[in-house]
């Protein structure tokens, strides 16, 4: 039944009971900030690292949860979150997020992977295969449940870079090294703008669009090499990127922007406990009756693992790269030469796929 129940909401979302409806605008609102706090929490421990991050896969793994807790984990759930799953507004909004963010005969492949398991098979799992972690029993088989959350994404940018522009460059790093890394350019139309913290600290914003032009990925670079990234990202907010989002003018530019892969792997628990989620891991408070009606079910661990490969085509790709010197131009130039940070957004949803930062290409 519950593999069934599963089922349900990811296809369809619906036929549960309509609570307080909530607008369509706060939903886009919440589901950002979440993204932000859950990306602030997880970079305080990865300070001067390359990371990246899915609130969209984190956030599901908690839609689930919040379908099988009651009592107080649940309200511990339903307020980091900021709605209630049993909201039918709550629901459309998910199923349009989750159908657009799957679009892969638009060129793009998002591959979320969702799991709670113990020691017997699955209570939920959902699109892939994901090996149950081994967990010892304490008087019931689902006594104890791991909570694992995986995102993979994949696409083509709506104009692909060329890979005989693809030149050795520098990149500065946080400590003030400079290495040569590959480094794409191309020129282009682009959604562009500058902006300034309240501090009057520069910075600039690029959209790339992926092809069909539902996704984007935005770059979020300091004007200068003595702003650190982290005066920009202390800056973040769904309000400031909602007005990024509506403020970027249309600007022919050279874009220069490193090769990057990045895969990251956290332990959320310390970060849930951060945003107030504690009864769900407490094997004397959690309350899980909705999955099953003994006392004894608690989350006994939360991991989170996540992805991410940009490259001239925008998939993974292979093959020398020609080195090319490229005639000076007076079109604006937007370089990734320094830490940056990035995220990955749905047009429609406003939704945050990915989001992380780029400390040094190499890694």
């Known amino acids: 039944m519950l593999p069934i129940f599963f089922s349900a909401f990811i296809l369809s979302a619906c036929c549960l009971t309509k609570g307080n409806c909530i607008s369509y605008d706060e939903l886009k609102e919440l589901k950002t900030e979440f993204a932000i706090n859950l990306y602030r929490r ?3 421990a990865e300070n001067r690292t390359n990371l990246v991050v899915s609130p969209a896969s984190v956030t599901v793994s908690l839609e689930l949860l919040q379908f099988g807790a009651q009592g107080n984990t649940f309200m511990e759930l339903q307020d980091a979150l900021g709605y209630n799953i049993h909201d039918q507004s709550v629901q459309d909004f998910l199923q349009a997020a989750y159908e657009g963010a799957t679009n892969s005969h638009q060129g793009t492949a998002a591959r979320v992977i969702r799991t709670v398991c113990g020691t017997s098979p ?7 295969d994901v090996r149950g972690m081994p967990l010892e029993s304490a008087g019931s088989p689902f006594s104890q449940v791991a909570l694992v959350s995986t995102m993979y994404f994949k696409s083509v940018w709506q104009k692909k870079f060329s890979f005989m522009d693809t030149q050795m460059l520098p990149f500065t790093t946080m400590e003030g090294s400079t290495l040569k890394v590959p480094t794409m350019h191309h020129t282009a139309e682009v959604n562009y703008g500058q902006f300034q913290t309240a501090a009057l600290e520069g910075f600039s914003v690029v959209e790339l669009p992926y092809l069909g032009e539902k996704l984007s990925m935005f770059l979020v670079l300091p004007s200068h090499r003595t702003t650190s990234l ?24 050279d874009i220069f922007l490193p090769r990057f892969s ?11 406990s951060a945003l107030g989620i504690r009864d769900a891991f ?17 989350i006994s661990e939360a991991i989170h693992k996540a992805e991410i490969e940009i490259t001239e085509d925008g998939t993974k790709a292979s093959g020398a790269t020609a080195m090319v010197l490229l005639k000076r131009s007076r079109t604006p130039i937007f370089k990734a030469d320094r830490p940056f940070t990035f995220f990955l957004r749905q047009a429609n949803t406003g939704s945050v796929l990915f989001i992380g930062r780029v400390t040094n290409p190499s890694q």
Do not use: C
Not at 262 to 272: A, E, H, N, P, R
């Open 42 to 44: 997880v970079s305080e």
């Open 122 to 128: 699955p209570l939920f799992h959902a699109d892939g």
């Open 230 to 253: 982290s005066q920009i990202e202390s800056h973040l907010s769904a309000k400031t990127i909602t007005l990024w989002a509506n403020s970027l003018k249309r600007t022919k530019m």
């Open 262 to 272: 990045i895969q990251s792997l956290f332990d959320l628990k310390t970060v849930f």
């Open 282 to 298: 407490d094997p004397i408070t959690a309350n899980f009756k909705g999955i099953s009606e003994q006392d004894s079910l608690y």
